[in-house]
C-alpha cells in the first residue's frame, strides 16, 4: 500500500472510530510503528489531525461531542444564559425549544413561568417542563435520534408547519466569523430553519466556544436572530455584523 492510501484509511478510521492508536495502526497496515509515527507526523503538519500521546485524534472542533459529554461543558455559563433567556419570555407566550444542552437549561429556568405553551422536538425539554402545572407541552413528531432524544426528519417539520409560536429558542452546534449558525445533522438544520421560519421573533442561545468549533450545515445567520444570549463579548467584527442587523448581544460587558 502506498503512502497516499495509508493516509486515506489513517483518515477513514479516524472518522469512524475518533481515535487511533500507533500500535493498532501499525497491526492494521503491517508496518513499523516508526512509519505510523512518520505517517502521523506528516498528517499533522498538513493540520489534518491531532497528535496525542500513542495515536492522534481529529483536529478540534471538526467532530460534534458526544451529548452527554455536552450536557457537562459550560454549565455555570449555560445556568446564566438561560436565566438571561428567561427573564426576556413573558408569562403567557407560546413557545419553541429545540435540541440541545443550551435549551434543555432554559426550560430548567421556564418551569415557574406561568400560561406558557410549549412546542419542542426535544424528549429532555417535554420531560423537563412536564413538571409544571403552569405549561401545556406539546411534541412534534418525528425521527427520533437515540444520542439525544431529538426529533428530526420531515414528520418534525410538518408538525411545527402547523404552528406560529411568539418566540423560538435555538441552539447551535457552532457559530462562523461571519455570522453564520451551523451545525452537524442536516436534518437536524431543516427543523431549525423551519422553527425560525414560524416564529415572530428567534433567540439564539450559544456561549463563545461555539467559535472555537465548526460544522457542515447552515442553519442561517445572526441576522435571522433577535436576541443572542452568550457568556462573553464576541468577536469585534461579529459584534459589529450584528450591530448592522439589529441583532441584539446578551452577554457580559455588551
Not at 469512524?16 to 501499525?26: P, Y
Amino acid at each position: 500500500m502506498s503512502q497516499s492510501q495509508r493516509y486515506r484509511e489513517i483518515m477513514a478510521l479516524l472518522h469512524r472510530d475518533q481515535v487511533v492508536s500507533v500500535e493498532e495502526l501499525a497491526q492494521h497496515f503491517n508496518v513499523t510503528v516508526q512509519t505510523i509515527r512518520r505517517d502521523l507526523t506528516d498528517l499533522a503538519e498538513s493540520g489534518r489531525i491531532e497528535r496525542v500521546h500513542g495515536g492522534a485524534i481529529l483536529p478540534s472542533g471538526t467532530v460534534n461531542i458526544r451529548y452527554e459529554e455536552r450536557r457537562t461543558l459550560q454549565q455555570s455559563s449555560k445556568r446564566t444564559m438561560a436565566q438571561q433567556c428567561a427573564a426576556s419570555i413573558p408569562n403567557g407566550a407560546s413557545v419553541f425549544l429545540n435540541i440541545g444542552t443550551s435549551t434543555e437549561a432554559v426550560a430548567k429556568e421556564l418551569l415557574h413561568h406561568k400560561g406558557l405553551m410549549v412546542v419542542t422536538n426535544n424528549l429532555n425539554v417535554a420531560q423537563i417542563l412536564s413538571r409544571s402545572d403552569e405549561c401545556d407541552v406539546y411534541l412534534t413528531a418525528g425521527q427520533m435520534r437515540r444520542s439525544d432524544g431529538g426529533l428530526v426528519g420531515n414528520l418534525a417539520i410538518q408538525s411545527i408547519l402547523q404552528f406560529k409560536f411568539d418566540i423560538a429558542i435555538i441552539g447551535c452546534s457552532a457559530l462562523d466569523q461571519d455570522g453564520d449558525i451551523l451545525d452537524f445533522d442536516v436534518q437536524e438544520v431543516a427543523v431549525s430553519q423551519t422553527i425560525i421560519q414560524q416564529s415572530r421573533k428567534t433567540y439564539l442561545v450559544a456561549d463563545h466556544t461555539k467559535f472555537e468549533r465548526t460544522a457542515p450545515a447552515r442553519i442561517g445567520s445572526l441576522a435571522d436572530i433577535d436576541m443572542w444570549f452568550t457568556d462573553a463579548p464576541a468577536p469585534q467584527a461579529v459584534m459589529q455584523l450584528c450591530a448592522q442587523w439589529d441583532t441584539r448581544i446578551v452577554a457580559p460587558s455588551v
